[in-house]
């Protein structure tokens, strides 16, 4: 079954606006928490990346979110430019055993910044 | 940042045929790195977990001795794709993790396989 589930599917977005997208996950063992963005034709980047001890990271115009309690997180793209028009993908993986560093991929969200 | 490299970011081939696609990490060693395909607007489905100097862990679905995938050393994992046909064309995307504090996965370009 999907461990990591994402939303929206697509977002539109005029530019100057805010983008948020959504992740929520139900294993508690996962401990590292990357968004990753991907242009077409291109393998994935990442972006910025966050571990359940803390709320919030900032990263330039970007911002991770983290709830534990509630095993969701999400993605903040502040003042959002065209240039950000791409697929984001949330994931999340564990730091101990055997599957060490396996990532699991939400579905991917298409953002699309309107100049 | 870290760096992967795949080879080659395209090919083109006939049916039948076997392709083979490098993945380098060019300024770190990854004793573990994994493969992915991609199909149009979907997300990443992992194919394998290559350790270097061990077999590759395939997921389940995968077929093994189609996807042939080889660490021989800690910056070169390679897949190969044996007896290709058309069903086999998509988006190869390798990954390196660089171990540490954070176990950071790094990804490659990609490389689109055609089997005509």
């Known amino acids: 079954q999907q461990q990591v589930k994402q939303s929206p599917q697509s977002l539109i977005v005029q530019k100057g606006g805010i983008s948020i997208i959504n992740c929520a996950y139900e294993?508690?063992?996962?401990?590292?928490f990357p968004w990753y963005q991907q242009f077409p034709g291109k393998g994935p980047a990442l972006l910025i990346a966050?571990?359940?001890?803390?709320s919030e990271k900032k990263e330039g115009r970007f911002t991770i979110s983290f709830n534990k309690s509630a095993k969701q997180f999400s993605l903040h793209i502040m003042d959002s430019q065209p240039g950000d028009s791409a697929t984001y993908f949330c994931?999340?993986?564990?730091?101990?055993?055997?599957?060490?560093?396996?990532?699991?991929f939400g579905r991917g969200t298409q953002l699309t910044v309107w100049p | 940042g870290a760096v992967v490299s795949q080879h080659p970011s395209w090919v083109i081939c006939k049916s039948g045929t076997s392709v083979k696609i490098e993945c380098r990490s060019l300024?770190?060693?990854?004793?573990?790195m994994f493969w992915y395909r991609q199909f149009p607007k979907q997300s990443l489905m992992l194919m394998a977990t290559?350790?270097?100097?061990?077999?590759?862990?395939?997921e389940q679905g995968v077929e093994k001795d189609k996807f042939l995938i080889n660490h021989a050393s800690l910056t070169l994992s390679t897949l190969t794709v044996t007896s290709a046909h058309p069903e086999d064309s998509s988006f190869y995307i390798c990954?390196?993790?660089?171990?540490?504090?954070?176990?950071?996965?790094?990804f490659g370009p990609g490389t689109r396989l055609t089997v005509l």
């Open positions: 990954s390196a993790l660089l171990a540490g504090t954070y176990n950071e996965q790094f």
């Open positions: 300024d770190f060693q990854a004793t573990t």
């Open positions: 294993n508690t063992a996962f401990d590292y």
């Open positions: 994931a999340a993986s564990r730091g101990r055993g055997s599957t060490l560093g396996r990532l699991y």
């Open positions: 966050i571990r359940p001890d803390v």
């Open positions: 290559s350790n270097e100097g061990s077999k590759a862990t395939y």
